[in-house]
């Protein structure tokens, strides 16, 4: 079933897709077209009523960019609370700096695939075993006897 986004927060996140900031923009031409180990982010991404920097739906994974102005008392409430929102979903938040991304940018590069790594491990916790000693058997089988495996010398059954 598809969560419902207010109509607003919609249209908000498509003028803000038009209005990038430089962070958002060095960091999107990154991660854009699969870049970054075969994953598909999406800019200004909605999630209920708050919009994402930049949204993966196979990983759940949201990405913030984070200028000054997060750093001040009510902003902060404000982001912490947005946070907790977003990870009730069971959607991981990943935050950066738009410093980091100006000054280390290959560092951020690096702790995203980092983390993408460690989310796709968590999530095969929650693949059946019987499926996943199929996937590997499979695999194995592919890997040895090649596409006609199955026809020469494997049999049926």
């Known amino acids: 079933m598809k969560e419902f986004v207010p109509k607003y927060v919609t249209e908000i996140a498509k003028v803000l897709r038009k209005k990038q900031v430089k962070p958002e923009a060095i960091l999107w031409e990154k991660i854009r077209n699969n870049k970054i180990l075969g994953y598909k982010f999406r800019r200004q991404h909605p999630i209920g009523r708050y919009i994402a920097d930049f949204y993966c739906d196979k990983l759940k994974l949201v990405i913030e960019l984070d200028g000054g102005i997060h750093k001040k008392g009510e902003v902060k409430k404000y982001d912490k609370i947005r946070q907790q929102e977003i990870e009730s979903r069971e959607v991981y938040v990943l935050r950066f700096n738009n ?3 100006y000054n280390d940018l290959e560092n951020v590069i690096l702790v995203l695939k980092k983390q993408i790594g460690k989310i796709s491990i968590e999530g095969i916790q929650f693949v ?11 695999s194995l089988r592919l890997l040895i006897f090649g596409r006609r495996g199955r026809d020469e010398g494997m049999g049926e059954r």
């Open 128 to 138: 059946s075993p019987n499926i996943l000693r199929f996937y590997i058997v499979s």
């Open 99 to 101: 410093e980091d991304i």
